[in-house]
């Protein structure tokens, strides 16, 4: 087995799993991007469409890893890796089969009808705003001038040619001549990796809360917690995807050498750092729903009780498919993600646009120069 | 503090984010001397444009209540312990307030009902100068 091979096994269950688990980590009121008011949480066809959801995820992870190990283990001319944009549509359409059915009952049975539907701003949020952990990115770039050094000093002793590509996805036998560009390509890929991360994590920093309506100072606190271990996780995360950037960079510099499955060797980091940061945020729950706000007393009974009447407004005409945030009005460059966990662009916002531009420009600009280099 | 707006409700959302602030400004929660967030961020925050915003703070500047300046923001003018309002917006403010007993009266609510519910308005505010003992 390749390792390319041994990732797509990886990859397959992890992705089905996470897409299985989505429901349970996403908040009651915005059920399969569908969002509901707090006294239609528990409505019989929400419970129907969970059910019928995890079953039909469940069988569809468990086909795609079985033709995944089939693929690796005989050797086909299709890379297991393509069994993972495959699973994934197929886990995206059973979640807009949940969405349409929840959306037709809400309409026929008019869940918001004589609620206020209101949207909450905590004015003092941008006076104490959280404060990023600027720490946690300090092992990323130690290893990064690591690279760096152990690069300089193996460049005279490297042959003409060098072996391409990183860790898992390396092309098996396909060299490439020597230049600073191929030799230092990996520092390129963790400095690219360490600041796209850090900027994202930065405009998250700067986006809004999100404030239920039902209480809104516990979830303020909650959100702040939520920000806390997200951005020391992804931190964290960045750290490991840095490892397994320096071991590519070590067996491109003939450091040592390994065949087969052993060649995936670079990508245990990373493999780990992800299961490490996933099983971080999904515990959190989307907007960190599920996490103890501090602070709140518990024994008092939560801000809506006080406000009956009130809802979170019935925002579901923004999102796209469920999944995709399309708002002119709103100023966001980011929201909170509304289906399982994370944050979102705001594609609606040519700013957003720019980003994404910049985000894939810097890898394919690299690519060219290597290209043009040869 | 809490800044709560309906943007699909019958009101304009810069007339709301004027009002919550006038409350929150009467309420104590907000005193004078203290910061509001930038157009642009509480644009962010409530999900709404920022030229909205801008609508609601240019409102408050021009009655007096807020303060913009590009270096400290914008800020609190003044509050119920500030002293009397001037002239010209006491005559405004009671034209407004004329108006706004007449639709209650026009829908048939007793003089007495109407007296009570603006003595349960009044006393909804926690004027400080009041709680104080101060003129």
């Not at chain 1, 191929?182 to 809004?208: D, G, H, K, N």
Request: with cysteine; charged share 15%; net charge positive.
């Amino acid at each position: 087995m390749t390792a390319g091979a041994l990732a797509a096994v990886f990859a397959v269950p992890f992705y089905g799993a996470l897409f299985c688990v989505f429901p349970v980590v996403t908040k009651p009121t915005v059920q399969f991007g569908v969002r509901v008011p707090p006294e239609r949480t528990g409505a019989t066809v929400i419970g129907e469409q969970r059910r019928l959801y995890f079953m039909r995820t469940a069988v569809i992870c468990v086909c795609c890893t079985a033709m995944a190990i089939l693929l690796a283990v005989h050797g086909s001319r299709w890379p297991p890796m393509l069994i993972v944009p495959i699973e994934m549509a197929a886990d995206i359409g059973c979640l807009l089969v949940a969405r349409r059915r929840i959306t037709a009952v809400k309409r026929a049975e008019r869940w918001f009808a004589g609620l206020r539907q209101t949207v909450i701003a905590d004015t003092s949020w941008r006076a104490d705003p959280p404060r990023f952990p600027v720490r946690w990115l300090f092992p990323a770039l130690a290893i990064t001038a690591a690279t760096v050094l152990i690069g300089v000093v193996r460049y005279p002793e490297l042959p003409g040619r060098l072996a391409d590509g990183f860790g898992a996805w390396a092309a098996p036998g396909h060299r490439v001549p020597k230049t600073a560009v191929t030799v230092f390509a990996p520092v390129f890929a963790q400095l690219w990796v360490t600041a796209l991360w850090t900027a994202i994590m930065l405009i998250i920093y700067r986006s809004r809360p999100e404030i239920d309506v039902a209480d809104p100072a516990a979830s303020v606190r909650r959100y702040r917690r939520l920000l806390a271990r997200c951005a020391s996780a992804m931190l964290a995360l960045v750290t490991l995807i840095d490892l397994s950037l320096l071991l590519a960079a070590l067996r491109n510099w003939q450091v040592y050498r390994l065949s087969g499955a052993g060649a995936a060797l670079p990508f245990l980091p990373y493999a780990v750092g992800l299961l490490v940061f996933v099983t971080f945020v999904l515990r959190s729950g989307q907007g960190g729903f599920r996490l103890a706000a501090d602070g709140i007393d518990g024994s008092q009974p939560p801000d809506l009780a006080r406000r009956p009447g009130l809802a979170d407004r019935d925002d579901d005409r923004f999102w796209k498919g469920g999944l995709i945030y399309v708002n002119r009005d709103d100023p966001a460059l980011m929201v909170g993600a509304r289906f399982g966990v994370g944050w979102t662009f705001n594609l609606a916002n040519p700013a957003v646009w720019l980003l994404i531009s910049a985000i894939a420009g810097v890898p394919a600009g690299l690519v060219i120069i290597a290209v043009l280099t040869r | 503090m809490f800044l709560t707006i309906e943007p699909d409700g019958p009101v304009p959302i810069y007339q709301q984010i004027r009002d919550r602030i006038v409350e929150a400004i009467a309420g104590g929660r907000q005193p004078a001397g203290s910061g509001l967030p930038s157009t642009r961020q509480l644009a962010v925050d409530l999900g709404v444009n920022f030229h909205t915003v801008n609508k609601s703070y240019d409102l408050l500047r021009r009655e007096g209540l807020l303060r913009l300046s590009r270096k400290s923001g914008a800020v609190v003018q003044r509050d119920a312990s500030s002293g009397p309002p001037s002239p010209d917006w006491a005559g405004d403010w009671t034209a407004r307030l004329g108006t706004l007993l007449a639709e209650a009266a026009a829908q048939g609510l007793p003089a007495e009902a109407i007296i009570a519910h603006c003595q349960a308005a009044v006393a909804a505010f926690a004027f400080p100068a009041e709680a104080e003992g101060r003129p």
